[in-house]
């Protein structure tokens, strides 16, 4: 079992900036790959970035490539999301997830296991 809590969402303005944090119980957190989703309203949820169990490889939407930066602290068992140069259209609410499998792919929400509830991100123009 694995227990996910998002924290750091809020409202900023356009260009902002902001750093969700993900706070893992439960399963040892360094055994499994972790990754961010966000959901618009209306929207199916959507692959924004993951990172593998040591940290060492990150993957990244196209769209976020260069403004957010995925990372872990496994010491912590806690994986962050640094979000910069904020745009409108990435209001959402933001979810962790949790991937036990070794191998496959990364980028689909079928391939994780457990999720947290969601942290709301408002980005105002």
């Known amino acids: 079992q694995v227990q996910l809590v998002e924290s750091g969402g809020g409202l900023v303005q356009a260009g902002g900036s902001l750093r969700l944090s993900c706070a893992a119980s439960?399963?040892?957190?360094?055994?499994?790959?972790t990754g961010w989703f966000r959901q618009a309203p209306g929207e199916e949820r959507d692959f924004v970035a993951a990172?593998?169990?040591?940290?060492?490889?990150?993957y990244y939407t196209d769209s976020v490539k260069g403004r957010f930066t995925i990372s872990r602290d496994n010491a912590k068992n806690t994986m962050y999301l640094q979000m910069n140069s904020l745009k409108p259209e990435e209001t959402a609410v933001y979810y962790c997830?949790?991937?036990?499998?070794?191998?496959?792919?990364?980028?689909?929400?079928?391939?994780?296991?457990?999720w947290g509830q969601g942290t709301q991100v408002t980005v105002s123009a």
């Open positions: 990172i593998t169990r040591s940290g060492g490889s990150t």
């Open positions: 997830a949790a991937n036990l499998r070794l191998g496959g792919s990364l980028y689909t929400d079928t391939a994780y296991h457990y």
């Open positions: 439960g399963r040892t957190f360094s055994s499994y790959t």
